[in-house]
Antibody
Framework: EVQLVESGGGLVKPGGSLRLSCADSGFTLRNYSMNWVRQAPGKGLEWVSSISSSNTYIYYADSVKGRFTISRDNAKNSLYLQMNSLRAEDTAVYYC????????????????????????WGQGTLVTVSS | DIQMTQSPSSLSASVGDRVTITCQASQDISNHLNWYLQKPGKAPKVLIYDASTLETGVPSRFSGSGSGTDFAFTISSLQPEDIATFYCQQYDHLPLTFGGGTKVEIK
């Protein structure tokens, strides 16, 4: 059975840091892209970051670029999100999600490989940024 | 960024009703669209990918259609367990974006 279990959320002051973890079981992590999606209280879903199965591609939403770092340890079946310089607007439930399949698109300068859809999600971990 | 506009933002219908939600993309996204269901306090769950392909194990009363910029999601016969918020999501371009959600309630 595929399971994703997030941990590491909590209360942090503005400007602080947190590291989220996602422990994965029931599948071979190295075969899948992995992703973080967040949901502010009472709001909709917002994609945060994606990392390809081979670590070749890493993407971030503009709202977190330069502050958050996604990483994975396939040997430990784990996904991580290092969050620095946290702001009040980062307050949200953070979900890790497994990517299923890929699609590619190219601009005039670069090509990108995106997850086709998110087929398994964790239960989420709440991050609250407040003084 | 590609904007995804869902409508309506909420609806109330009776058990057995046919329910349709629409999602409009701000530019052509081919069939690169997914639909998710999220029950209160739970993680989202994929129902439809590639605009019209039913995910394994998802009841056949759910369906999706469309391509380009205009998409629809239909529940052929609303059931009590379908009380949830439904989201569309495009994967044609970065950043991946979701619609604002449609909250479905039972009348």
């Amino acid at each position: 059975e595929v399971q994703l279990v997030e941990s590491g959320g909590g209360l942090v002051k503005p400007g602080g840091s947190l590291r989220l973890s996602c422990a994965d079981s029931g599948f071979t992590l190295r075969n899948y892209s992995m992703n973080w999606v967040r949901q502010a209280p009472g709001k909709g879903l917002e994609w945060v970051s994606s990392i390809s199965s081979s670590n070749t591609y890493i993407y971030y939403a503009d709202s977190v670029k330069g502050r958050f770092t996604i990483s994975r340890d396939n040997a430990k079946n784990s996904l991580y999100l290092q969050m620095n310089s946290l702001r009040a607007e980062d307050t949200a439930v953070y979900y890790c999600a497994r990517g299923r399949g890929t699609v590619e698109y190219c601009t005039s300068t670069s090509c990108y490989t995106l997850p086709r859809y998110f087929d398994y999600w964790g239960q989420g971990t709440l991050v609250t940024v407040s003084s | 960024d590609i904007q995804m506009t869902q409508s309506p933002s909420s609806l109330s219908a009776s058990v057995g009703d046919r329910v349709t939600i629409t999602c409009q993309a701000s530019q052509d996204i081919s069939n690169h669209l997914n639909w998710y269901l999220q029950k209160p306090g739970k993680a989202p769950k994929v129902l439809i990918y590639d605009a019209s392909t039913l995910e394994t194990g998802v009841p056949s009363r759910f369906s999706g259609s469309g391509s380009g910029t205009d998409f629809a999601f239909t529940i052929s016969s609303l059931q009590p367990e379908d009380i949830a918020t439904f989201y569309c999501q495009q994967y044609d371009h970065l950043p991946l974006t979701f619609g604002g959600g449609t909250k479905v309630e039972i009348k």
